[in-house]
């Protein structure tokens, strides 16, 4: 009796003990990396002194830009201001100054946000002058630019008015080259 007990304690604590194991594993094989932010963590320091807080937006699309106002594509301005006009009801578009590309935006907060009021219009958000590459990028474009932290892309910015859109949950659902206009149907078919 005493035999087929210490028998019966062995298989049942060696089966305990492979569930144990198998449980364990199944844990690790199904875990996902983990992501170090959202968007929503994020806020920024405004054109004009304020705050962008990222989690204000939930539940809208969220077009990211990085902007100049010596360049060849500034006139996206226009086309930024139209598509936030026109579909502010679900999207927000911000635009985030830099001087990243032979110096296309060497001016202060205030000259770039005169500048973008009196030439364009705009009304969007727009951050203070960040960097968007580089030893000194802003956090935020860190962010947006490596998968090891957005979990969803790795991308470059190559010039200013790079786009990157996302989804009504901060999820980045594109990103965009320069030459790719704000009313194109590129963009307009993902809102």
Request: with cysteine; glycine share 6%.
């Amino acid at each position: 009796m005493i035999k087929l007990f210490t028998i019966c304690t062995f298989l049942f604590c060696t089966a305990g003990n492979n569930l144990i194991n198998h449980d364990k594993l199944g844990s690790s094989y199904t875990s996902q990396p983990s992501q170090t932010k959202s968007i929503y963590d994020f806020k920024v320091d405004a054109l004009n002194g304020g705050t962008i807080d990222f989690a204000d937006f939930k539940g809208k699309k969220i077009l990211i830009v990085n902007t100049a106002s010596k360049c060849g594509y500034t006139p996206q301005y226009e086309g930024l201001e139209t598509l936030y006009e026109k579909y502010k009801d679900r999207l927000v578009v911000i635009g985030f100054p830099a001087n990243n590309f032979l110096r296309q935006e060497p001016g202060s907060n205030e000259t770039i946000e005169a500048f973008c009021k009196q030439n364009y219009g705009v009304t969007f958000p727009m951050a203070a002058k960040i960097s968007v590459k580089g030893k000194d990028i802003a956090p935020v474009y860190q962010w947006l630019c490596n998968k090891k932290e957005n979990g969803v892309m790795d991308a470059k910015i190559s010039w200013n008015f790079n786009k990157f859109l996302l989804d009504e949950n901060g999820k980045i659902i594109a990103h965009f080259k320069s030459k790719v206009k704000p009313m194109s149907e590129e963009i307009i078919s993902r809102l």
